[in-house]
Each structure stands twice: as structure tokens, then as C-alpha cells.
């Protein structure tokens, strides 16, 4: 096939996203973190996010699928009361935050999450949840960096907010130069858990 031939893609993951005040307390955490360490790569912090699905490259006729099953998967579920907590390091050299609050509620969103993506024929890889927040990545080289960051933050503690909206992501990961950007495609409010069928 062609590059003329193959169908257009989009790079996707469904997520929820902490509020603005959430995100906030926790970029002051990070103040010092930024001057000490400024070789680290910070995730900008309008685009932190804890990612309940992974779908990578899909084509752009598959989004068009999810819409109408998230859409009905976010009013059967109950925003989970979530606080960013601690942190910690993926391979020595990705700084994340930690989730702590209704966690056992966020598994089960999650797991519907992925149940509705395999439904619509979107494979994806069986991992498990790590509910996180990746915050900076370190550059080659610098194994030290994000876990110096993660001890300082190891006490962290935020205040509860409710995972109000559920998110689905494009990213241009992997699409030329440049700092990686997310963008909604669309985005629905988690309902009482309620509906009808619940």
C-alpha cells in the first residue's frame, strides 16, 4: 500500500485530566524542582493527564466509532475523587505523581474503557493500570535527575478533586520535530452511575 493509499491517522488516548487548581498545586511543588533541574524535559502542565487507555495510531474513521459508546460509558460512571500524590520514576529517567483517592473506582472506569475500545476492533496492549501523572522526562545520559525530583516530592499531597470529564486525546507524537502537543477531540462529563443499563 502506498502512502496515497493508507488511511489517514490519528495518534489517540483517553484519559482524565485533574483540574486546573489540582494542576496548580502541584506546579508549586515544582518551582525549585524547574531552576534546580533545568535540563529536565517538563511536560507542559496544561496537557498533565492520567491516561485510562492507550490506542496509538488508529484511523481516523475509528474515532468516529468511540464517540457514541464513551459518550454512554461517561454518564454510567461517577466522577472518582482523585488527589495527586507522591512520585516516583519509570526507567530511571520519567518523573511522575502518583494517584491516590477512589482508585478502585478509577481501575473499574478504566477497565470499561478498554472494554468499549476492543469493542469497536482496537487492539491494544494488555497492561496494567498505572494510575499516574507523567510530569518531565530526563535527557539521555541522566539517570539522577527525576529520581532526586521524586524524593522531593515522595511527601506530596493534594487536595481531592473529582474526575469530572472523560477525555479522548490526539497527540503528534511521532509526526516531525518538536515538542510533543495533546489536544480534546472530545471530551464527555462523567455522570451520577445511575443510567439506565447500569
Not at 459508546?69 to 461517577?78: N, Q
Not at 518523573?95 to 478509577?106: F, H, Q, R
Request: charged residues 25%; hydrophobic residues 40%.
Amino acid at each position: 500500500m502506498t502512502a496515497e493509499n493508507r488511511p489517514a491517522t490519528v495518534r489517540v488516548f483517553i484519559a482524565l485530566a485533574p483540574p486546573d487548581h489540582a494542576k496548580e498545586e502541584l506546579d508549586r511543588e515544582l518551582r525549585t524542582a524547574r531552576d534546580t533541574h533545568p535540563d529536565m524535559r517538563w511536560n507542559r502542565i496544561e496537557d498533565w493527564h492520567i491516561t485510562l487507555a492507550f490506542l496509538g495510531e488508529v484511523p481516523v474513521g475509528t474515532v468516529s466509532l468511540l464517540r457514541p459508546p464513551l459518550a454512554a460509558l461517561a454518564a454510567d460512571h461517577r466522577p472518582p475523587r482523585l488527589a495527586l500524590h507522591g512520585s516516583g520514576t519509570f526507567d530511571a529517567r520519567v518523573l511522575w505523581s502518583g494517584i491516590e483517592g477512589d482508585v478502585d473506582e478509577l481501575h473499574q472506569l478504566a477497565a470499561d474503557v478498554r472494554s468499549v475500545v476492543k469493542e469497536c476492533g482496537v487492539l491494544l496492549e494488555d497492561r496494567p493500570l498505572r494510575p499516574h501523572l507523567t510530569l518531565a522526562r530526563a535527557r539521555r545520559n541522566d539517570d539522577s535527575s527525576a529520581a532526586e525530583i521524586a524524593e522531593r516530592l515522595a511527601g506530596f499531597t493534594g487536595c481531592r478533586w473529582p474526575a469530572s470529564r472523560l477525555h479522548l486525546v490526539g497527540s503528534n507524537a511521532g509526526r516531525g520535530g518538536g515538542p510533543v502537543r495533546y489536544r480534546d477531540i472530545e471530551a464527555w462529563a462523567l455522570g451520577d452511575g445511575n443510567s439506565a443499563g447500569s
